[in-house]
């Protein structure tokens, strides 16, 4: 419900409580139920209830999957939420956006907005949005194969929950951290830690609603103990109730694991089953969630020598990876236009509001490098850009992208590749140190420089230094200019990286 205690009507105030009741599994009646009550309340101009409204909407498309339709309400929300001081469900909708960059394999986005769906909430008042978040950010490192890291990120979020328990959602976010915790213990080679949280939740779900979500480390245990028979019996059900069900997304990276256990133990039958019912069900999923599952099939063909269905399984992981990028770059542009709108209301609620300092407290770092990240980047460049404009000096932007980063990082894996990004980010850091340039982390293996006050014969002086960074090269590309009353920021950002473009389509 809403955090701030307002009167409302009766019909109002009951169809809130039918709304938050369905919480976990939205179905037809309450986009029903959302749209009477927005009915009701259209002429209300109430910032809070329109929030939650429009909160719920986007919860219902994330559960359905409707991107277009999460977006739009994501954006509708964080509108009038930004307004209000629902400071909850505000950082609920943060995280709903991070929770689809999880979905979309973006990582770094996934952070970025958890951090700040985190910096939200009063971390001195626990909340089970609070606890939410943080297992959600230790999903985003199980997804990175941090392991260790995601295991304490999701010790703390289940120290979190332990001071809910007046909550009414308590044992549902409980027995789901409890779940992550056993599937962590199971990806560390642990299962003898992984098995009482199995049992707590067994103990705790008594109407077994959770059953389906633990077929796949309860099979990861049977795997562990030898029980042919459990396993038999698992894997069937874990066909019918996520491999053919909208489960079978979220749980990709759980069932590729439960596979690799398999193929350790020369299971060949039970993974033959798995994948025989994987190839009815490739629509349901995101294309970074058809990769987890096409990486099943790879090493399960390269396992029983298939040569022709490897070959085909690779010639579909380049037909994923192509989508995968598509919905990577959509992923990133939303993430601007997110961060542009909330660029335009905190400036509005500055002036609203002067003491109020809500959007400064949103992370401004990136957590791999050090570095300022996307959203210092938009409010230095703004400054830069105003103050190049009014005193009529020139302002650069310069992309510096790592040749070959991709192969390099597929070649030696995420933690070689995560090193080799930050002896990078040191070596620009210097860089920009000596010539008093802004450094920022844009995101994947591209940063951005700032260059003030610098014609293109000094930057393209610079430019020498910044060739090689270690093992690896970089290629630069820059554009500079005097702004004027009729350019656009972005219009730099655009320049820069078409020359970046023009300088590789050269070499190549």
């Given at each position: 419900?809403?955090?701030?205690?307002?009167?409302?009507?009766?019909?109002?105030?009951?169809?809130?409580?039918?709304?938050?009741?369905?919480?976990?599994?939205?179905?037809?009646?309450?986009?029903?139920?959302?749209?009477?009550?927005?009915?009701?309340?259209?002429?209300?101009?109430?910032?809070?209830?329109a929030?939650?409204?429009?909160?719920?909407?986007?919860?219902?498309?994330?559960?359905?999957?409707?991107?277009?339709?999460?977006?739009?309400?994501?954006?509708?929300?964080?509108?009038?939420?930004?307004?209000?001081?629902?400071?909850?469900?505000?950082?609920?909708?943060?995280?709903?956006?991070?929770?689809?960059?999880?979905?979309?394999?973006?990582?770094?986005?996934?952070?970025?907005?958890?951090?700040?769906?985190?910096?939200?909430l009063?971390e001195?008042?626990?909340?089970?949005?609070?606890?939410?978040?943080?297992?959600?950010?230790?999903g985003?490192?199980?997804?990175?194969?941090?392991?260790?890291?995601?295991?304490?990120?999701?010790?703390?979020?289940?120290?979190?929950?332990?001071?809910?328990?007046d909550?009414?959602?308590?044992?549902?976010?409980?027995?789901?951290?409890?779940l992550?915790?056993?599937?962590?213990n199971?990806d560390?080679?642990?299962?003898?830690?992984?098995?009482?949280?199995?049992?707590?939740?067994?103990q705790?779900?008594?109407?077994?609603?959770?059953?389906?979500?633990?077929?796949?480390?309860?099979?990861?245990?049977?795997?562990?103990?030898?029980?042919?028979?459990?396993?038999?019996e698992?894997?069937?059900?874990?066909i019918?109730?996520?491999?053919?069900?909208?489960?079978?997304?979220?749980?990709?990276?759980?069932?590729?694991?439960?596979?690799?256990?398999?193929?350790?133990?020369?299971?060949?039958?039970?993974?033959?089953?798995?994948?025989e019912?994987?190839?009815?069900?490739?629509?349901?999923?995101?294309?970074?969630?058809?990769?987890?599952?096409?990486?099943?099939?790879?090493?399960?063909?390269?396992?029983?020598?298939?040569?022709?269905?490897?070959?085909?399984?690779?010639?579909?992981k380049?037909?994923?990876?192509?989508?995968?990028?598509?919905?990577?770059?959509?992923?990133?542009?939303?993430?601007?236009?997110?961060?542009?709108?909330?660029?335009?209301?905190?400036?509005?609620?500055?002036?609203?509001?002067?003491?109020?300092?809500?959007?400064?407290?949103?992370?401004?770092?990136?957590?791999?490098?050090?570095?300022?990240n996307?959203?210092?980047?938009?409010?230095?460049?703004?400054?830069?850009?105003?103050?190049?404009?009014?005193?009529?000096?020139?302002?650069?932007?310069?992309?510096?992208?790592?040749?070959?980063?991709k192969?390099?990082?597929?070649?030696?894996?995420h933690?070689?590749?995560?090193r080799?990004?930050?002896?990078?980010?040191?070596?620009?850091?210097?860089?920009?140190?000596?010539?008093?340039?802004?450094?920022?982390?844009?995101?994947?293996?591209?940063?951005?420089l700032i260059?003030?006050?610098?014609?293109?014969?000094?930057?393209?002086?610079?430019?020498?230094?910044l060739?090689?960074c270690?093992?690896?090269?970089?290629?630069?590309?820059?554009?500079?200019?005097?702004?004027?009353?009729?350019?656009?920021?972005?219009?730099?950002?655009?320049?820069?990286?078409?020359?970046?473009y023009?300088?590789?389509?050269?070499?190549?």
């Open positions: 419900m809403i955090e701030n205690k307002k009167e409302y009507s009766q019909e109002i105030s009951e169809l809130m409580r039918e709304i938050q009741n369905s919480v976990y599994v939205p179905d037809k009646r309450v986009v029903s139920l959302l749209k009477k009550l927005e009915k009701l309340t259209e002429e209300a101009q109430d910032n809070d209830l929030g939650f409204i429009h909160y719920n909407f986007a919860r219902v498309y994330s559960f359905r999957e409707d991107h277009k339709k999460l977006i739009k309400s994501i954006k509708k929300a964080l509108y009038h939420l930004l307004r209000s001081n629902e400071k909850e469900l505000l950082a609920r909708t943060y995280n709903l956006f991070a929770v689809e960059a999880i979905k979309n394999g973006c990582m770094d986005i996934a952070y970025e907005y958890s951090a700040i769906a985190k910096s939200v009063d001195e008042q626990p909340t089970v949005a609070q606890a939410v978040i943080e297992v959600n950010i230790g985003v490192f199980s997804h990175l194969e941090e392991l260790k890291k995601a295991l304490d990120i999701t010790n703390k979020s289940y120290k979190t929950i332990q001071k809910c328990k909550d009414e959602h308590y044992l549902y976010n409980l027995i789901m951290i409890l992550n915790l056993a599937m962590l199971l560390l080679g642990e299962p003898e830690k992984a098995r009482p949280y199995m049992q707590k939740i067994e705790l779900d008594e109407s077994r609603e959770m059953d389906p979500w633990c077929l796949l480390p309860r099979c990861r245990l049977a795997v562990a103990d030898g029980d042919r028979q459990m396993i038999q698992l894997v069937s059900a874990a019918r109730d996520i491999i053919g069900s909208n489960m079978l997304g979220e749980a990709a990276r759980a069932l590729k694991n439960l596979c690799r256990d398999l193929l350790e133990c020369q299971e060949y039958g039970f993974i033959e089953q798995i994948v019912a994987l190839d009815g069900n490739r629509e349901r999923v995101f294309p970074y969630e058809a990769s987890l599952l096409n990486q099943i099939k790879i090493e399960y063909y390269s396992a029983v020598h298939n040569e022709e269905k490897l070959l085909e399984s690779y010639e579909e380049n037909a994923i990876g192509v989508m995968q990028e598509k919905t990577e770059q959509l992923i990133s542009y939303e993430s601007i236009e997110l961060l542009q709108l909330l660029e335009d209301l905190r400036l509005e609620k500055q002036q609203a509001e002067a003491g109020n300092r809500l959007l400064q407290q949103q992370a401004e770092t990136d957590p791999l490098t050090g570095l300022p996307r959203y210092a980047l938009t409010r230095v460049f703004e400054e830069a850009f105003s103050e190049a404009l009014e005193q009529g000096k020139m302002l650069g932007v310069g992309i510096a992208d790592i040749d070959g980063f192969e390099y990082n597929d070649a030696l894996g933690s070689q590749g995560d080799c990004l930050i002896e990078v980010a040191k070596a620009l850091g210097k860089i920009a140190s000596k010539y008093g340039l802004f450094l920022a982390r844009y995101g994947g293996d591209e940063f951005i260059y003030k006050d610098m014609d293109e014969k000094a930057i393209k002086s610079i430019e020498k230094e060739a090689r270690g093992e690896v090269s970089l290629t630069h590309g820059f554009y500079c200019a005097v702004p004027h009353v009729d350019s656009r920021i972005w219009d730099f950002f655009n320049m820069a990286d078409k020359n970046l023009d300088i590789r389509k050269k070499r190549s």
